[in-house]
């Protein structure tokens, strides 16, 4: 292990713990964080905000694909083009030329920025990787697209301490942007004005309503939201409270909350039903959320670019002071 943070309740217990550890593993203590994993780790003291952001590392990888003076662009993915494996090559002339560009690599890059500091591109990411075996210049060209939208706001970072309040969850699903017609499930949670957890999948499932789909993401959200909420309550004991859980869809809504039997949903596998018992059991509490208001839809389908800066800034994604927004070049 080369890279490892630690934190504690003083400076005094961290300083014991670092003797101890040195004591059975040779350390070399950098000091307070400011880089971890390819992650510059920023501290504003003067209004208490904490920063992550990967614009070196999103510099490095644009070098590495020859997109620097990529044309910027002002949302991840082309609202209007659908991508799907019709648009795979399937001459072997085709193949064997496509299989010379660096698709996979460009994936593998993106998909760590998704995973540590943008979930606004987890979406485009998710649904490109799905192409890996055959790609096509359509699928080629979209992934360009997803680093030229990098290349357009520079410097943003997920930022905390924007805001102050606890965790509080969203949950959100789309059943028809995809070809394979499984449900695109997402959450994501929150906490003082940045997002900390969220997740993008595929449901194994064909549901037959968006009720029932609505019900199926509720129930993984819940699970995450539980080893959550037992997280933050071991580091702030004395602030933890039920954590809010934010729905769009009534008829879910009412299901999740409703132990009476509906005949419409007995088909309704037992263990969905886990989300009754945490909201019984007072954990979390779900609240209706209009789908405007919805942070987690960025996760599920191509949003307008007005959408995206909106849902940009609910999930924590802001300018670093400093950051240069780039808007000169002409390249693809």
Same mark, same amino acid.
């Given at each position: ?7 504690? %309740? %003083? ?21 307070? @964080? ?53 648009? %795979? ?23 760590? /920025? ?20 055959? @790609? ?15 290349? &357009? ?21 789309? &059943? ?14 929150? @906490?003082?004005? &940045? ?106 389908? /191509? ?25 000169? &070049?002409?390249?693809?």
């Amino acid at each position: 292990m080369d890279d490892c943070t630690l934190t504690g %309740s %003083s400076n005094k217990l961290i300083a014991k713990y670092k003797m101890k550890l040195n004591d059975k593993f040779p350390l070399t203590d950098l000091g307070p @964080i400011h880089w971890l994993l390819g992650i510059e780790v920023t501290h504003d003291y003067d209004v208490h905000t904490i920063s992550l952001c990967q614009s070196s590392f999103i510099d490095t990888i644009l070098v590495c694909f020859s997109l620097t003076d990529a044309k910027p662009y002002g949302m991840p993915m082309v609202p209007s083009v659908s991508y799907s494996k019709h648009n %795979s090559p399937s001459s072997p002339a085709d193949i064997t030329h496509m299989c010379k560009v660096p698709y996979r690599e460009a994936i593998g890059s993106l998909m760590y /920025v998704a995973i540590a500091t943008r979930p606004d591109i987890s979406f485009a990411v998710s649904c490109l990787s799905q192409f890996l075996e055959n @790609i096509g210049e359509t699928h080629w060209q979209a992934v360009k697209h997803v680093f030229r939208y990098l290349a &357009g706001i520079w410097g943003q970072a997920l930022t905390y301490g924007t805001e102050q309040h606890e965790l509080q969850g969203y949950t959100d699903t789309d &059943g028809a942007s995809q070809e394979h017609r499984h449900t695109i499930s997402r959450y994501m949670f929150i @906490i003082d004005g &940045g997002a900390v957890s969220w997740s993008s999948w595929k449901q194994e499932l064909v549901t037959l309503s968006t009720a029932e789909a609505e019900y199926v993401v509720a129930m993984h959200a819940a699970k995450e939201c539980i080893w959550l909420h037992r997280l933050t309550g071991k580091l702030f004991p004395l602030l933890h409270t039920q954590t809010m859980l934010f729905y769009n869809n009534q008829a879910a809504l009412k299901l999740a909350t409703d132990n009476n039997y509906h005949a419409c949903t007995k088909h309704i596998n037992i263990h969905f039903h886990f989300i009754q018992q945490v909201i019984t059991s007072g954990a979390i509490n779900m609240v209706y959320c209009p789908t405007n208001d919805m942070m987690a839809d960025i996760l599920t389908k /191509v949003l307008p670019c007005w959408k995206v800066m909106c849902h940009s800034l609910g999930l924590g994604l802001r300018q670093l002071s400093g950051g240069v927004v780039k808007s000169e &070049g002409n390249k693809e």
